[in-house]
């Protein structure tokens, strides 16, 4: 594999953007998935947890599934229970519309709807693992 063709994890947010503005849903839905996996692990692995320890990568590697990866950082207290929700409502709508996709029961703004519904979640999970403080304290991040 060439190094230059590899995809980062910028990489990831530029493809969701094009995807968005393609109104290629379907891609925005799975490549929005990856991006909130991304900042929940993210957050596991900081210090924004009430101990100040990151969660083990041991513990963070058994999460195969999204919503595996939710509840162990809602179980170790640092994902407040509204991101929790909003995280599942995505992670419902999206197994939902690409299952009716066969019935022929789904819309294209269902679609859209579950795809957008990404950017606020994963600017609220990055948020806590990375505060930015504009003011007199100048804060970037926990480290």
Not at 43 to 54: D, E, M, R, V
Not at 72 to 78: A, H, N, Q, S, W
Not at 95 to 112: D, Y
Not at 115 to 121: M, Y
């Amino acid at each position: 594999m060439d190094a230059n063709d590899r995809i980062d994890k910028w990489g990831i947010v530029q493809l969701y953007v094009g995807a968005l503005k393609n109104e290629a849903w379907i891609e925005a839905i799975s490549l929005g998935y990856t991006l909130i996996e991304m900042q929940l692990r993210f957050l596991a692995a900081s210090k924004a947890h009430p101990s100040g320890n990151p969660i083990p990568e041991a513990q963070i590697e058994k999460c195969r599934y999204l919503m595996d990866l939710a509840a162990l950082t809602r179980d170790k207290g640092v994902l407040p229970q509204p991101i929790f929700d909003k995280t599942e409502a995505f992670n419902t709508s999206r197994i939902r519309s690409i299952h009716k996709l066969l019935t022929e029961t789904v819309t294209r703004s269902e679609l859209e709807s579950t795809a957008k519904s990404v950017t606020p979640i994963y600017k609220a999970i990055q948020d806590l693992w990375l505060p930015i403080t504009i003011g007199p304290e100048q804060r970037v991040t926990n480290e």
